[in-house]
């Protein structure tokens, strides 16, 4: 078993986080139970327990719902020509509804960077052994172009190192 660093786990809870540890089979039950009560969390977890969830949440069906779809090969090339990140995962697209600009992942990682910082997002991007999972996220997806707030019009997405899972309607 692997040594775990109490300290880390102090700094953590100092900070007024939780810190839970658990069997693997709780923890993928936790993160699916939270996301079906439409609860908020954000997980740190294993990769093996990201894959895990992710297979058993992103069914054929719900991709279907969402509109959830691989990024293309020509995103993918944006993404890095434009935003210097290397990218491959999934995302559904949302037409703004005033000036119908895609709201894609490249729209959401340009967000991300000026929200958060690059730093944050490599960060994330970067992770080998850990993986973030942000359930029932709280969003403000913000047109680029025409400034829109669009409320109401949740963004799907998942990469290897970070995804979402959203419960209530689809």
């Not at 799907?156 to 419960?167: L, P, V």
Request: hydrophobic residues 35%; contains cysteine; aromatic residues 6%.
């Amino acid at each position: 078993m692997p040594e775990m660093d109490i300290a880390k786990i102090v700094a953590v809870v100092k900070q007024g986080k939780t810190v839970v540890s658990g069997e693997d089979s709780m923890i993928v039950d936790a993160v699916l139970r939270a996301t079906e009560e439409n609860r908020k969390a954000t997980f740190y977890v294993p990769r093996a327990l990201h894959e895990e969830v992710m297979a058993r949440y992103w069914t054929s069906e719900r991709l279907k719902q969402t509109g959830t779809e691989p990024v293309s090969d020509e995103e993918a090339r944006r993404i890095k020509a434009e935003l210097d990140l290397d990218i491959n995962g999934y995302s559904n697209r949302i037409d703004c509804p005033r000036c119908g600009h895609v709201y894609d992942m490249y729209e959401f990682l340009k967000q991300g960077i000026a929200e958060h910082g690059r730093e944050i997002v490599e960060g994330i991007l970067a992770l080998e052994d850990a993986a973030v999972i942000r359930v029932n996220p709280v969003q403000s997806l913000v047109c680029p172009n025409c400034k829109l707030l669009m409320r109401g019009h949740p963004h799907y997405y998942g990469h290897c190192q970070y995804a979402c899972c959203r419960g209530g309607q689809v």
